[in-house]
Structure formats: structure tokens, C-alpha cells
């Protein structure tokens, strides 16, 4: 085995696992709430909040609250893409994370969580070169809006789809439809043979860095990680499109996670 990827895969896991114990991050969420366009209040919360088609909104009714750094002092409006990026709200040591899923949903994160209190690491697979494949990406001539499903029931995700990877695993061709990723890279959300035994049920995803010139990919299925849903019942998460369902197992990466284990 190489030493290089065992330590580049050990670096690489004590940032994931710095990353996820963010004391404001996934681990930290203790609630979900769906808005509704009736304003009210919820337990711990300042103010009064509701939706309407457009935009979620913040009645703080004089208790303290901020947003981007500035006191909320009045109404406040937020209008958010579906499916993109949240906003917070601070109240206190709490952050109020508020997002587009279809209707608008609240969110809080806690530092003092249970689960970020309990949280002792993601298990994982032993990495081996086996599991870095090479393969090719092939651009669609249009980037193509893939409608996929979510973890919680009646509610999907429109992500931008902008081609396939192709890969070969043991003689045999799979091609995996790929998703916008960081700094021109890809997102491949999946799942395998492992899924639902040694590894989460509902999905995984990769992260691709950019294709070279003539479409070269690597992927590193020794990075392969869980979704906040893997961790925490209070996430949206997207679920694979179809035909991302690798036949064999997938034995690199993360597995089930422990606060999933019984």
C-alpha cells in the first residue's frame, strides 16, 4: 500500500472530522420546522415567523436577533433560490439557519447538541489504491436540470447536471451522472452494493476535482463521504439520480456512521 495515500487519506480524514464538528455545523442541528403563512412563534426562538411564495420572514417583536453582523430591529425578509445555499439568523448562542426546500424551513443549530457532544469520528474503510480509478467526464451539450428525490418523503432537489463520468471496475463499463462541484469540479451523489449494510442507506457523494483538458477524472472512492442526513434526522438531503446505483461494493470511504449504528 502507498504510504503516500494512507497519509494524504489521514490528512485528509482529520479535516473532514474537524469540519463536522463545527460547533455551529450538522452535527450541531437540534430542530426542523417547516413555515407555514401563518406567523408564530417556536419554543426558544425570538419573534414570529412565517412564509409566503416568495420569501421567509422575521417578526423579532423586540427580542434580540442579527443577521449578517447588523441587529434586526423590524420585519425582515429573506428570499432564498430552491435548493441553494441558507442564511442565519443569531439568537443568542444559537444559530437560526433558514432555506428554500420547496417551502421555506427553519433551522437551528446548537453548540451544546447531544449529538456533537457524543460525536467521536466518522468510521471509515482502510484506504487502498484500488479505490483511486481513473475515468472520463463527458460534457452534455447543454447543462441539463436533474430533478432527484430527498430523504424526506415528498420533497426533491433540482440540481444543474453538466455531463456523465464514464469509469471502468473490474472489466465492466459505468457511467455515473455528475453535478456542479467546487472550483469547477464535480458532485457524484451514489449509491453501491455497501449501501444500507456497512454504509449509509440513502446516498453517498464524491467530490471530482476539475476534469483535465481531454475530460481525464479521478475518482478517489477512498473519499467518499456522508451526507448530513447520514448524522442528523433534522437535514434535506438529496438522493442519488437515477442510474447513480453502483452494482458492486463500493469498500472505501466512510460507513454508517456510529450515531447510526444499533
Sequence with gaps: MSTQLVSD???????????????????????????????????????????????????????????????????????????????????????????????????????EAQVLRDFRGVPAYEPRPEWVLTGRFEAFDQPRPTTVGAVVEGLSHVYTAPGVVRFEHEGAEHVLTAFNGKDGGLSILFTDATSGVTTYAANRSLAVPAPAEDGTVVLDFTRAVNLPCAFTDFATCPLPPEGNRLPFAVEAGEKLPYERQR
Excluded at 450541531?28 to 403563512?37: F, G, H, I, K
Excluded at 417578526?59 to 442565519?88: C, I, K, M, W, Y
Design 9 to 111: 487519506w489521514q490528512e485528509w480524514k482529520i479535516a473532514r472530522e474537524r469540519d463536522l464538528a463545527d460547533p455551529y455545523g450538522w452535527l450541531a442541528l437540534v430542530s426542523l420546522d417547516w413555515l407555514t403563512e401563518v406567523p408564530r412563534a417556536y419554543p426558544g426562538l425570538p419573534g414570529l415567523w412565517w412564509q409566503d411564495e416568495q420569501a421567509a420572514h422575521l417578526d423579532p417583536q423586540g427580542a434580540e436577533a442579527r443577521h449578517e453582523g447588523e441587529p434586526v430591529t423590524g420585519p425582515r425578509r429573506f428570499e432564498l433560490v430552491n435548493s441553494g445555499a441558507g442564511t442565519r439568523v443569531l439568537a443568542g448562542g444559537l444559530e437560526i439557519e433558514i432555506a428554500r426546500r420547496g417551502g421555506y424551513l427553519i433551522r437551528v443549530h446548537d453548540p
